[in-house]
């Protein structure tokens, strides 16, 4: 019976060595296991998305010209720049909305000889123009060529500062209803108390992408008989808010 009681004692000693020698020098062993650290926030996400349909359009429009003498191709810019600007103020566009966004003089060069000479000059001025009336796209198209136009750059549909504002807003109180939620059922779930919000925080990717529109060339698109047909559609505002609890 000793005998047994003294092996029975071995084994025992014998495993500890061998455990403590496996747990030291032996391989790790994955576990997959979630927990919550007692005095670490318990954090959750939820997503606000609000379909709205844009209320601002903004379109590149310039005008580019090149001649050998540059003070009379300033001059002609110049002056279409302000027959163009006087077209847009007569499509009920107002001045606080037409921003001049590059103004640009380049010397042209003769590269066919060794010694590079200038042979004239590419003046280039280019506007936003920013229209809040949806009606008057197509009119401002269609006719800016006959003022000079010769570059029209993508339609940016957009929101204006008061509606983006409205509505990351309605995007946001979803998010954070849809996260109060998910955590409730999370802490019911696992039957852990919260306690009180201790932060808050909001990420909104971009949302709004611009509507492509060639260049329409010298030619008015009265004249060539195109009368473009653009549509805002829709745009998706989205936020996520992330929300961390104390966890009693």
């Known amino acids: ?91 009920g566009i107002e001045e606080k909305d037409i921003k001049t966004i590059s103004y640009s003089v380049y010397p042209q060069y003769d590269y066919t000889t060794s010694v590079q000479r200038i042979t004239g000059y590419q003046v280039s001025t280019q506007y936003e123009v920013t229209i809040r009336d949806f009606a008057k796209i197509n009119d401002t198209i269609a006719s800016v060529t006959s003022f000079g136009a010769n570059s029209i750059g993508g339609i940016n549909f957009d929101l204006s500062e008061e509606l983006k504002n409205k509505t990351r807003q309605t995007a946001r109180e979803e998010a954070v209803e849809e996260a109060k939620n998910k955590a409730e059922g999370l802490a019911k779930a696992a039957e852990i108390n919260l306690g009180k919000i201790v932060n808050v925080s909001e990420s909104t990717p971009p949302s709004m992408r611009p509507f492509p529109l060639s260049a329409m060339g010298n030619e008015s698109a009265e004249k060539s008989g195109i009368q473009p047909d653009v549509q805002p559609g829709t745009t998706e505002m989205e936020v996520t808010i992330s929300l961390s609890y104390e966890v009693r």
């Open 1 to 91: 019976m000793k005998e047994k009681n003294v092996n029975f004692a071995g084994s025992i000693i014998i495993f500890f060595v061998l455990l403590f020698v496996f747990a030291k020098w032996g391989p790790p062993i994955n576990f997959s296991s979630s927990t919550q650290v007692k005095g670490e926030p318990f954090v959750v996400q939820g997503t606000g998305k609000v379909t709205v349909a844009p209320d601002i359009a903004k379109i590149d429009i310039g005008i580019s010209e090149s001649g050998t003498n540059l003070k009379a191709v300033q001059d002609s810019v110049n002056k279409k720049s302000q027959d163009l600007v006087a077209q847009f103020k007569k499509l």
